[in-house]
């Protein structure tokens, strides 16, 4: 890769290639629940500066951050029964963006006001799964896709939230690396508990095929066959940045070109003696990417070790320097596909993944090599007895830092 075309494919601002192709498709931002303390929440989205709230009506905004009577910040505004008003001079905003109200101009003037040609940048926002959702795209906006883990039952959901400070494509490009398990996450999780083995079974095939929503990996280690489900089913590339392994999704939302937003939504399967179970709300927390003590990179859970090899390469990963081998096949079809959305966005058609029907996005299927186990579940003793589900029960194994609220929260769900 040149270092005009790793140009295209990182930088995300309004008008690059990759900025254009990203905004056709919505992107988790936040989960619902981070707005339950304070309903106003800066964020920072593909290199623009906005204000998420939900207002005193209960719905949700995303507007631009700087007020457009004195550039103030609506981050320090306060919420209305319909948008957010600005602390400085109290000019209000809805959530399109429109000014619906200038105190003194609306008083001193009120006949010829031109409140109604004002506006900052807005963008309309949904929630589902318990995330909240942007779309910074040109309208119409397509479906907001209604994959089928947002309506399984009897299970515990949390969202996890991480600042990553390196540029989405090195962090989405690890969703189509299979051999990566073998060494970031299995054997140097048993070098860091200071064992020098054994190592984790070898892979000894990797596959990797296109399908509507994305890419797939297919792989075989050690002993296993073409029978096993790793291999007819394997896991999903996500489009356009995410990674769905059955249980969970890892989105890596642009922030801008030098910064990533990783949000996870995880549903937990709970046991059988416990169905019938309604979550109450679902809790987002924040996963912290360094040891505060020591300056260096967390590595004890599996996205925290995935972020360690994200920061390492760059904070852009410079393509031009690298040597690919035969197991980065599916990181190439990866690239060529970007490239085929760019060159569809710029014919003024759809990219992959967009759904536009909506009879097309009822509980979407995605490939879950555990789908039986998602959707039936095991009696508690069974499950936690299993050699991997067991796992989710003796400890939040994903990301680091799971408050005690929220892993008491699971335990009780569990009845544990």
Not at 75 to 89: K, L, N, P, Q
Not at 238 to 267: C, K, M, Q
Request: glycine share 8%; net charge negative; with cysteine.
């Amino acid at each position: 890769m040149n270092e005009e075309q790793n140009r295209r494919l990182t930088q995300v601002g309004r008008g690059t290639p990759m900025g254009e192709v990203l905004r056709r498709h919505w992107m988790p931002i936040a989960g619902a629940s981070e707005l339950d303390e304070n309903p106003i929440k800066p964020l920072r989205l593909m290199g623009e500066d906005l204000v998420l709230y939900r207002d005193l009506s209960g719905n949700h905004g995303l507007v631009e951050r700087a007020c457009a009577h004195r550039r103030a910040d609506l981050s320090y505004g306060f919420v209305e029964a319909d948008g957010i008003r600005c602390s400085y001079h109290g000019w209000a905003f809805n959530a399109s963006g429109k000014c619906v109200s200038r105190p003194y101009e609306d008083t001193v003037n009120p006949e010829i006001t031109k409140r109604g040609r004002i506006c900052i940048q807005g963008y309309p926002v949904k929630e589902k799964a318990g995330l909240l959702w942007a779309y910074l795209g040109p309208a119409p906006a397509p479906e907001l896709p209604d994959w089928e883990p947002f309506s399984f039952e009897n299970g515990f959901v949390q969202i996890v939230v991480s600042d990553v400070p390196c540029n989405w494509l090195q962090c989405q490009e690890n969703s189509i690396d299979p051999v990566h398990f073998e060494w970031m996450h299995n054997n140097w999780s048993t070098r860091l508990s200071g064992q020098t083995g054994p190592y984790s079974a070898e892979h000894k095939e990797v596959a990797f095929e296109e399908f509507d929503h994305g890419l797939v990996y297919k792989r075989i280690r050690g002993e296993a066959t073409k029978a096993d489900a790793m291999w007819t089913v394997g896991r999903v590339c996500l489009w356009p940045n995410a990674f769905f392994l059955g249980d969970h999704f890892e989105y890596r939302v642009p922030i801008d070109d030098e910064n990533t937003l990783s949000i996870s939504w995880i549903f937990t399967r709970l046991p059988q003696e416990v169905e019938s179970y309604s979550q109450p709300s679902v809790p987002t927390w924040r996963s912290p990417v360094k040891d505060d003590a020591t300056g260096r990179w967390v590595t004890s859970h599996v996205i925290n070790q995935d972020m360690v090899a994200w920061v390492g390469q760059g904070v852009i990963a410079d393509r031009t320097k690298e040597t690919l081998g035969l197991s980065d096949r599916g990181i190439v079809m990866l690239r060529r596909r970007f490239e085929q959305d760019i060159a569809a966005v710029e014919r003024g058609e759809d990219p992959k993944g967009v759904i536009r029907d909506p009879a097309k996005n009822v509980r979407v299927q995605l490939p879950i090599a555990e789908r039986e186990f998602l959707l039936r579940g095991l009696p508690r003793q069974v499950l936690l007895a299993h050699p991997i589900w067991r796992q989710h029960y003796e400890g939040f194994r994903f990301a680091y830092g799971q408050p005690e609220s929220v892993r008491q929260a699971f335990r009780e769900a569990a009845g544990l």
